[in-house]
């Protein structure tokens, strides 16, 4: 059982790193799925998962000089406060109840969905985009429009652990069109790091961190994502994402079934 942990901790961290997607869309249904995790330990986990396992992605993206740290800072103007409500309406509710339990795997399976429907459609977002310029947003219109997406991401994430790759991704493309897909995965990846480290705090303090698979799944992540980080410009993003559509597809499938 340890190598299995450690063997999907590489995998997930090798697709993040590649991509900037997969984290909790696959680490979190594989926590519940496949090791049989309650959903609110295995947002918890993957959350701490998430924020150490990116901070490693960040800095590889950083020399590479694939962060839009101004794009960061905004999406992080209404990720963070957003994560901090969502933690405290979560513990008004009491996060390790059974019905609470059930509310957060169906808000897994749609924010899985979500991340299905980001990875399928966001090429032809992103050509929409480009052939109606005058509809892009420019200036203060912008800036706000960017911290809302983060607000809507940090709400999402608390709850779900899922959001922060695949639909921030398609957030940063239809609002940046004009970013490279390396620095869309490493915008996205920076971004989300100090947003699951609130959020995963917020589940420490809620009881929902299984602090030793936590430390199994990081032991073969942290290679992972740097591999990934390194390889993020030369593998052929288009099959991996319809490969993660199908396996999400069917991620989701099984959690509402």
Known sequence: ????????GFAVGLLVGMTGVGGGSLMTPLLTLLFGISPTVAVGTDLAFASITKSAGTITHRFNGTVNWAIVRRLCLGALPAALIATLILSQFGALDARIGQIIRY????????????????????AW??????????????????????????TLVTVSSI??????????VMLYPKLTPAEVAGTDIAYAVPLTAIAAAGHWWLGSIDWTLLVTLLIGSLPGITLGSML????????LRALLAMTLTGVAFKLIY
Not at 1 to 8: C, D, E, G, Q, V
């Open 1 to 8: 059982m340890l190598m299995t942990y450690i063997t999907a």
């Open 232 to 239: 993020a410009r030369k593998v052929p993003e288009r099959f």
């Open 163 to 172: 959001g922060a790759g695949a639909v921030g991704a398609t957030l940063l």
């Open 129 to 154: 985009i480009k052939a109606h310029p005058e509809r892009q947003l420019q200036g203060k219109a912008l800036s706000a429009a960017t911290i809302i997406a983060g607000a809507v991401l940090g």
């Open 107 to 126: 808000s897994i399976a749609g924010s899985v969905m979500l991340t299905v429907v980001a990875l399928l459609f966001r090429r032809r977002m992103l």
